[in-house]
């Protein structure tokens, strides 16, 4: 599947994003689907992952009654609200997925094959 995440941008502490992230060339149903992150000089870290029918959603601790995860199957499409942004949520933000990956695995950004090209978010304080 290829993935095309997109939505990033500036904003001030306390704002919202969206991010979306498009998949095309295979059944995105299919996938279980996860955001992750990269600050300057930190190593890539999860954000969340929905599974495959966006039944259940997880969270870093982190982003956890902030952040929302969701999924459009018909559309082919996965998003993820981001609410009052914090100057640590500065990064690069990647969509994710995996058509095997299991549930002890959704955090570990290495168990996911597709990546999208990330999209920058700058929230600044």
């Known amino acids: 599947v290829q993935l095309q995440a997109s939505g990033g941008g500036l904003v001030q502490a306390g704002g919202s994003l969206r991010l979306s992230c498009a998949a095309s060339g295979d059944t995105f149903r299919g996938y279980v689907m996860g955001w992750f992150r990269q600050a300057p000089g930190k190593q890539r870290e999860f954000v969340a992952a929905i599974t495959r029918s966006g039944g259940n959603t997880y969270y870093a601790d982190s982003v956890k009654g902030r952040f929302t995860i969701s999924r459009d199957n018909a559309k082919n499409m996965g998003y993820l609200q981001m609410n009052i942004l914090k100057p640590e949520d500065t990064a690069v933000y990647y969509c994710?997925?995996?058509?095997?990956?299991?549930?002890?695995?959704?955090?570990?950004?290495?168990?996911?094959?597709?990546w999208g090209q990330g999209t920058l978010v700058t929230v600044s304080s």
């Open positions: 994710a997925a995996s058509r095997t990956i299991i549930l002890s695995d959704y955090r570990n950004f290495g168990r996911y094959n597709g």
